[in-house]
């Protein structure tokens, strides 16, 4: 059973930074690529940002230059570093993952920006 647990939300002004981390547990299965994606209010989950086994990235345009997503293979971390956040990106964030044995997502973690 492969479990994930986000951590790091919280209350930020806009212009703010957060970092947003994911530990992954119990995962007997290659990990291949992992990733973050939120749900604002009135919006679908949307995707922001993954990085694959080779560390090669891919970010959503709107957050390119601003966020940073990282990994640490012998934690089975994930982290996204939030640089100027925005009020709009007001939400929680999911951290998930694709195995050799299928997709899991974390519970999510809630990250307020006010103005």
């Known amino acids: 059973q492969v479990q994930l647990v986000e951590s790091g939300g919280g209350l930020v002004q806009a212009g703010g930074s957060l970092r947003l981390s994911c530990q992954v547990t119990a995962s007997e299965f290659r990990i291949d690529d992992m990733g973050w994606y939120r749900q604002t209010p009135g919006k679908q989950r949307e995707f922001v940002a993954g990085i694959n086994n080779g560390h090669n990235t891919l970010y959503a345009d709107s957050v390119k230059g601003r966020f940073t997503i990282s990994r640490d293979d012998a934690k089975n971390t994930v982290d996204l570093q939030m640089n100027s956040l925005k009020t709009e990106e007001k939400g929680v964030y999911f951290c998930?993952?694709?195995?050799?044995?299928?997709?899991?997502w974390g519970r999510g973690t809630q990250v307020t920006v006010s103005s």
């Open positions: 998930t993952v694709q195995t050799e044995r299928g997709d899991y």
